[in-house]
């Protein structure tokens, strides 16, 4: 039998050494460049990745705003047509910043009495501050009957304007504003006609 013995290192011929240098080129392992290469694009992806999400999160702000603008802006205009379209007259005050709303006098029965309106049963909108008082300057819109504390209708109304349209109707003109992030959100709403079903 034939047995090789083991050779030192130091013995070895040149074929066998550049056979051990291979090898060892060839354990795993990244280079410099092979990592600052995948660190840039990682970078660039995470830095897409959030600027999407910034512009998401702005886009949903916007709308989310926008939306409650609008809805301020038809529930406060909502509100006072159907006490318009219930009227026996109404007045114009103030140079159209203030709308008097006069029903019909009620029957025993339920019934509006439509020859007969009603001096104890009006209703005023207007704009205030919080403390709903006539006067003062405001982005709350105010529901006040006569002798009784006035009730918030919605707040965000930064101007309305009423104006007679005919004699049976009038026109209304409202602004809702909120604030987003990106500025104000507007919604200009006009109800142009609105008829006075009792007068």
């Known amino acids: 039998m034939n047995q090789r013995r083991a050779v030192p290192v130091f013995q070895l011929s040149l074929p066998t050494w550049s056979k051990l240098i291979l090898i ?5 392992g ?7 290469t995948a660190l840039t694009i990682t970078t660039l992806i995470g830095a897409g990745a959030l600027a999407m999400m910034v512009s998401s999160l702005r886009c949903f702000d916007n709308a989310s705003v926008k939306s409650f603008t609008d809805s301020d802006a038809v529930i406060a205009m909502q509100r006072i047509v159907n006490d318009v379209r219930e009227a026996k007259s109404v007045s114009i005050l103030d140079g159209g910043s203030r709308l008097r709303v006069i029903f019909p006098q009620v029957t025993s029965d339920g019934y ?5 309106w009603d001096a104890t049963n009006q209703v005023n909108y207007y704009l205030s501050d919080s403390t709903g008082d006539l006067g003062r300057t405001g982005n709350w819109l105010w529901r006040c009957k006569i002798n009784k504390s006035p009730e918030i209708v919605k707040r965000n109304v930064v101007s309305i304007d009423f104006e007679q ?4 109707s009038i026109k209304i003109t409202l602004t809702a504003e909120n604030k987003a ?4 959100k507007r919604t200009d709403l006009t109800q142009r006609v609105v008829y006075l079903r009792n007068y």
């Open 24 to 28: 060892r080129k060839n354990c795993s």
């Open 30 to 36: 990244y280079t410099l460049v092979e990592v600052i």
């Open 112 to 116: 509006y009495d439509r020859h007969h």
């Open 165 to 168: 349209d005919t004699a049976r």
């Open 181 to 184: 992030a990106s500025g104000p």
